[in-house]
């Protein structure tokens, strides 16, 4: 798709809200065989979940995961000038350039699980403005932003994962956090690429001055997007958005990412029903973050890197699933005897 279906917010907004849920009778078709299949019942655990799950948005009882996508989102910030990260804004580019090279890590888990993975760097020589002076984007900033993630997605996709690139992301995401579950700057304010404890307490004003900078995006999933958030925070938005439309099952990754689909969630609460949390990155509010979201994470491993590394890896745990569901003999066919 070359352009986004939306021209407005509020066209994104009921875009999302109206979008279809699973399909009931694919669901009923993948548990009734996940019942039939050579094991103990329920002796895979959240595998068979998992799968049911999987199938139940692909609109089929025994799925297959033939075309998984990971796109990289990049965007600087400018909240950076606030030294809210242990690396200088230059990085996102130079990160993007090693995507485009194929050296980052989230080339090769991409690889390793077989998904195309795309990177778009958004507007990199023009940072969002410092939100603790000001909205960090425009309403226009946030509708480009929300249609780039959104046509990024390819209509053939069966597996999405989205990724983030952006020095001082972590910061935009706590804001996003404050401003839509409360607390303090504290709550959600965390180390990211390294911080030490001084830097992690100037997070958590700078976050707090966010908020009260940009009261707007106080329980707002719109407003935190724009307000607080970041290019590859909306990108990440849309394409997610654009999934829940179009039915395609989005694992999510770490922190960033997290806010980003918060936001979305905010916006409908059957937002993120197509989504379940690759992991719970190192990042220490990602679990709150999660625990908000209902969402219980496959992985947990100790990762904060982004770049959808987390989730990247979790496609092999939804790939086993729908492995093992799809492809077991049943009792009958197997001619075991189902006690
Ligand atoms: O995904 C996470 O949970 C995560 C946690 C910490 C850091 N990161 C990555 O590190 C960058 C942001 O860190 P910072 O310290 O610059 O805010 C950005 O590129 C993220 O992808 C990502
Ligand atoms: C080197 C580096 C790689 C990254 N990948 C995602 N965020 C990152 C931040 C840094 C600093």
Avoid at 23 to 35: K, M, P, W
Avoid at 316 to 336: D, K, N, P
């Amino acid at each position: 798709m070359s352009t986004a279906p939306f021209a407005t917010l509020a066209d994104f907004k009921a875009l999302l809200t109206g979008a279809p849920g699973p399909d009931t009778a694919a669901r009923a078709a993948a548990e009734a065989r996940n019942g039939q299949l050579t094991k103990p019942p329920g002796a895979l655990g959240r595998l068979e979940d998992l799968a049911i799950w999987y199938g139940s948005w692909r609109g089929t009882g025994r799925p297959v995961i033939n075309a998984p996508q990971v796109i990289v989102f990049a965007g600087n910030h400018g909240v950076t000038a606030q030294g809210v990260s242990a690396f200088p804004a230059e990085v996102t580019e130079q990160m993007v350039l090693n995507f485009q090279h194929g050296g980052a890590a989230i080339n090769q888990l991409s690889r390793t699980f077989g998904a195309k993975m795309d990177v778009h760097a958004l507007a990199l020589d023009h940072p969002t403005a410092d939100f603790t002076q000001g909205p960090a984007m425009s309403e226009a900033d946030l509708l480009a932003a929300l249609a780039t993630g959104w046509t990024a997605v390819d209509a053939s996709t069966d597996l999405l994962v989205v990724g983030d690139m952006g020095i001082g992301n972590t910061t935009a995401a706590a804001a996003i956090a404050h401003a839509l579950f409360g607390g303090t700057g504290a709550d959600w304010a965390g180390r990211g690429t390294g911080v030490d404890d001084a830097g992690v307490a100037l997070k958590a004003r700078v976050v707090e001055a966010g908020l009260a900078q940009n009261p707007t995006a106080k329980g707002d999933g719109v407003e935190a997007l724009r307000c607080l958030g970041g290019r590859e925070l909306a990108a990440m938005a849309g394409a997610m958005a654009r999934a829940r439309v179009e039915r395609i099952p989005v694992i999510l990754d770490g922190f960033i990412c997290s806010a980003a689909a918060a936001c979305l969630q905010q916006i409908s609460a059957s937002a993120l029903d197509h989504a379940v949390a690759g992991h719970v990155s190192a990042e220490g509010a990602h679990g709150a973050v999660l625990k908000a979201l209902g969402k219980e994470p496959l992985l947990s491993l100790g990762m904060r890197l982004g770049e959808g590394s987390g989730a990247a890896l979790a496609i092999s745990i939804l790939q086993g699933a729908v492995a093992c569901h799809s492809g077991m003999a049943t009792f009958a066919e197997a001619g075991v005897s189902d006690g």
